[in-house]
Structures are given as C-alpha cells and as structure tokens.
C-alpha cells in the first residue's frame, strides 16, 4: 500500500522541507479586507506581520474549503491508495472536520485524518514521522498507532504579548472573568482537550519566558531523547537565542527554530513566542 501524507499550513513546515519529504499541504485563508490569501502560498509570515502594520488592524481566517481538499485527494488517488492527513487542533478550527467530510465523498483513496490537538511545529513533528513511516512503507494504521503514541509525550506552552486577539476570535477558552484579569498580564497558555486554555498568569514577558522554560527543564530526563521547537511571532533573534540556550544546556535535545505564520498570528498577535517538545525515544 502507497501512502501520502497531507498536513494544513498551520504546521509551518517550509516548502523545501514539504517536498524533500513528500508532504502534501492544504492551506488555511487570511482576510484583509476583500482580499483572501493563501496561507503558504500567496501570503508567508515575513510580509503578514508588515501588512498588519500597515493596515493597523489583524485580518479574518478561514478553513480550507471542502472542495479544495477534494480535489487534493482526488489528484492522489490517482498515485496513491490511502492518506494520512494531519490537522491543527479540532478545538480552534474546523478543518479536522472538514477532511473528514472530504474524505468520505472521495471513493477512490482510504483516508485516516489525524488531528493533533495542536498546532505550528508541533503538528509539523507529527506530518515529518508519518511521512518518514510512509517511506519506509508503513500502513497507515501503523502510522496513526505512532502518531497517537507521540502524543503522550508532546508538550507546548507559549505566550503572548496582547490576549485581545484570542479572545477576540474565540480561540481562548476558560473563564471569562480570569480572562479578563489576564489582558493586562503575560500569561502561559497551553492546549488541553483540544481548546487553548491559561495555564499560569504571569506579570511580565521575561517572567513568561522564564517559566515556560522552567516547565521544559521539568519533563526533560536524562536517559531520553526529545525534539523541541522554539516558535516565535517576528520575533527571530529573541528565538535564536533561547534555542542556543537550550542547546547548550542539553545535549540530549534536537531543537528546531519555527515560526508563527499568518493564520495563527492573527490570533495570537506579533511577538509572541512558544516552546514545544516530545520524547522521542
């Protein structure tokens, strides 16, 4: 069996890395206005976050139409048998569902949709294994049977500089009053059943940082090995800085430099910044 693998561009894995790996994408729509744009296609993170300066106000999103992913996995039916295709978190956008949907009205490919209950380079870790498994010709059940495994240990917290912009969108979930005792704060967020929830309020960005690191040196043992990603909102030299620190520190982590790309910026907002990891063995 010939299995391709298909992620959202919420993963924000570069196009480079896509092809080297055989990895499929569908992307997600950012708004300004009356113009949509393509997520990773016609609109990356290096022009967004100049474009909301211009503009003076963050844009809409929108999931990838149940058309599009259609007709992405009625051109691999014609290479391929099955697909595993990979998603950001259920729980902030409907596009999980929507392959799901997508995957029952095409006949001619098996479809296992996986979603990860995340997003950004984390969800990207996920679509590079299944896509590693794929080559070296695992089935798809085993491919989710390891996906789901990862998942056990996959951890990310991240911070952010104005909260407005997940409450806003209804992407936060939690109280409403403990929101808004965060707006003036820098608090620690995380997922958790698939929704974006505070984990920690905290009084300032250095403090933030401080302890999402404090919380990777918690689970970091020993005798394992980990993937981690430092993401950051336009904020470069802030995130190679923390990566060289966390290398320094452990020799026993792999740490990948990534970024928060339009469709997640917009709900997050410029210079926030999030770490994340699994145990890789």
């Given amino acids: 069996m010939k299995t391709a693998v298909i992620t959202d561009s919420t993963a924000y894995l570069p196009r480079n890395l896509r092809k080297a790996n055989q990895i499929h994408m569908v992307p997600l729509n950012v708004i300004f206005g009356h113009e949509s744009y393509q997520e ?112 056990k240990t996959m951890q990310a917290y991240f911070m952010v500089d104005d909260l407005s912009h997940l409450q806003r969108g209804g992407r936060l979930n939690g109280a409403q009053a403990f929101v808004g005792s965060l707006l003036q704060v820098k608090p620690v967020l995380h997922f958790v059943d698939t929704k974006i929830v505070p984990f920690e309020k905290i009084r300032t960005r250095k403090k933030a940082i401080k302890r999402i690191l404090s919380l990777f040196e918690e689970s970091i043992e020993e005798e394992g090995t980990y993937k981690a990603t430092l993401i950051h909102a336009n904020r470069p030299e802030e995130a190679k800085e923390l990566k060289k620190e966390i290398e320094q520190k452990y020799s026993n982590v792999d740490v990948v430099l990534s970024y928060f790309g339009p469709v997640i910026g917009t709900h997050l907002g410029e210079g926030a910044l999030g770490l994340g990891w699994y145990r890789q063995s």
């Fill in 40 to 151: 990773e296609v016609d609109i990356h993170a290096e022009d967004f976050y100049d474009m909301v300066k211009e503009g003076g106000e963050l844009p809409k999103t929108s999931q990838p139409s149940i058309g599009m992913m259609t007709q992405k996995l009625e051109e691999l039916a014609e290479d391929y048998d099955a697909v595993v295709s990979i998603h950001l978190s259920s729980g902030i956008s409907g596009t999980y569902q929507a392959m799901m949907t997508a995957g029952e009205m095409v006949d001619d490919i098996d479809v296992h949709v996986f979603d990860s209950e995340i997003s950004c380079h984390m969800q990207g870790f996920y679509a590079l294994e299944a896509a590693d498994m794929a080559d070296n010709g695992a089935t798809p059940e085993q491919i989710i049977s390891r996906l789901n495994e990862m998942k």
